[in-house]
């Protein structure tokens, strides 16, 4: 399997996923998966982002990191958050489908490309400190 670093679902109606040894792009209106990624984005959008439309320019999943951006009469409305508060399956499922989609537009094989879900950051529980403790300095 060859692993997705990037995915790019455009506005104008293509989208794209980008790994180490391939870079492949597929309409989007062929997916019947990119609907659940979208809307998983917009319900995992920051409380603090101002609102749009919901007509975007470019969202961009990296494995680490998700980037929503959108211009409306000139204003911009962007906004980020980890990765991993997407559903992984979803995404995976939209990575596989661009993969067959575009494998039967170019009638060939089908490249075998995934996405490896990041997993999200674990917080130290309540008794827990978030940095490592030191030991005290000796006293001189």
Avoid at 4 to 29: A, C, D, R
């Amino acid at each position: 399997m060859k692993n997705t670093n990037t995915i790019h679902i455009f506005g104008y109606g293509e989208t794209q996923v980008i790994g180490n040894e391939f870079n492949i792009k597929v309409s989007t209106s062929e997916l019947k998966t990119v609907d659940a990624v979208i809307s998983d984005i917009n319900a995992n959008k920051p409380t603090t982002a101002t609102a749009d439309d919901g007509k975007y320019h470019v969202i961009t999943i990296y494995a680490g990191n998700t980037q929503y951006g959108s211009e409306k009469e000139g204003k911009e409305f962007n906004y980020s958050f980890e990765t991993s508060l997407l559903n992984a399956d979803n995404i995976k499922a939209l990575v596989e489908e661009v993969d067959a989609v575009y494998a039967a537009n170019e009638k060939g094989t089908a490249l075998g490309i995934t996405f490896e879900a990041p997993v999200a950051e674990e917080t130290p529980a309540a008794n827990e400190s978030a940095a490592p403790s030191t030991p005290d300095e000796p006293k001189v």
